[in-house]
């Protein structure tokens, strides 16, 4: 069964970037089929999704989020990572990854991120 693990700092200053990674094991990051997918939840609001990596390493961004996001992998740590430049106090928020297959979705257990000086 796959499993995912979000890590990162818990805490992220004004203007800078949020760098996240995403740790997968009982699963390759190459296998074809596979999407990987970073969704946030701010507090008191809902899920959003940020952006997904597919197979062929191509990327889709929410088109709210596409200029300061980025996702990328490192397939010799069976990782991919998430980058949200110029952040403000509204990208407060629980930081999931999730694996979405044919099959179904696995999900992260989260991370928490605050952004304040």
């Known amino acids: 069964q796959v499993q995912l693990q979000e890590s990162g700092p818990g805490l992220v200053k004004p203007s800078q970037t949020l760098s996240l990674t995403c740790t997968v094991s009982?699963?390759?990051?190459?296998?074809?089929?596979?999407?990987w997918n970073w969704i946030r939840q701010p507090p008191g609001k809902g899920l959003e999704w940020m952006g997904v990596l597919g197979d062929t390493v191509t990327t889709r961004y929410n088109p709210s989020l596409k200029s300061r996001t980025s996702i990328s992998r490192d397939t010799s740590k069976n990782q991919f990572t998430l980058q949200l430049s110029s952040v403000t106090p509204e990208d407060t928020a629980v930081y999931f990854c999730a694996l979405a297959y044919v099959g179904g979705v696995y999900w992260g257990q989260g991370t928490q991120v605050t952004v304040s000086s």
């Open positions: 009982g699963g390759s990051i190459t296998t074809s089929g596979y999407y």
